[in-house]
């Protein structure tokens, strides 16, 4: 049994912010493999489905606490269904990777994310990280207002194709080679092109003439 875990803030508020990507990953997931409904779960702090991705059994969730405290409900979930953090698969947003960018790695620091953090404290760093790239705002002092905002009308495109590749890729996670999953999500839902980019390439032509 594994366990894939989507970090977010609960609640209608927080529902479309660029720091709830992973509670997207989590409901698509849901969708696509007919898992049962999600329950609420006080004593979990979290809420869960289970169901079958693949051939595998997974326990799906959403933690119910706030992002900085995830990890109450990942260690509460992992001691419920006696999973070690090694069977664990976090999805969550990454300021340090451009928008529509996906990495997967196992272990490591949190890179100031609070989510991570809190599991740090609860379940040590030893868990499989899905890094999923929203971008940074260029300022460190604009970086809660950025994560804690909606993702914008132009984002909206690419995070659907994320986040329905991902999950359409999500049995190749437990196959084995996490590259495969890496390479997958980059040919289903390839990143935007950075807006500096599509300028300077219409530009171009022009200082030509």
Not at 6 to 34: C, F, Q, T
Not at 92 to 120: M, Q, T
Not at 150 to 160: E, I, L, Q, R
Not at 177 to 185: A, C, E, P, S, V
Request: zero cysteines.
């Amino acid at each position: 049994m594994y366990v894939f875990a989507g970090l977010g803030n609960p609640g209608a508020r927080y529902a479309k912010n660029r720091h709830n990507i992973g509670y997207l990953v989590a409901d698509e997931i849901a969708r696509r493999y007919s898992f049962e409904g999600f329950r609420s779960r006080s004593r979990l702090f979290a809420d869960t489905a289970e169901g079958r991705v693949g051939d595998a059994r997974v326990v799906l969730l959403k933690p119910t606490t706030f992002m900085n405290e995830s990890g109450r409900a990942l260690g509460a979930v992992l001691r419920y269904f006696k999973i070690e953090p090694a069977g664990l698969f976090v999805f969550y947003d990454e300021l340090d990777l451009a928008p529509g960018k996906l990495r997967v790695k196992f272990g490591g620091g949190s890179a100031g994310h609070n989510g991570i953090k809190s599991l740090r404290a609860h379940i040590g760093a030893d868990y499989w990280r899905v890094r999923m790239g929203i971008g940074h705002p260029g300022d460190k002092d604009q970086v809660s207002d950025y994560v804690l905002s909606d993702f914008s009308k132009a984002d909206g495109a690419w995070v659907a194709k994320l986040v329905d590749a991902t999950a359409q890729s999500a049995p190749l996670l437990l196959d084995g080679d996490k590259n495969d999953f890496m390479t997958r999500i980059a040919l289903l839902a390839p990143p935007p092109r950075p807006v500096q980019d599509e300028t300077s390439e219409k530009e171009e032509p022009q200082d030509g003439i």
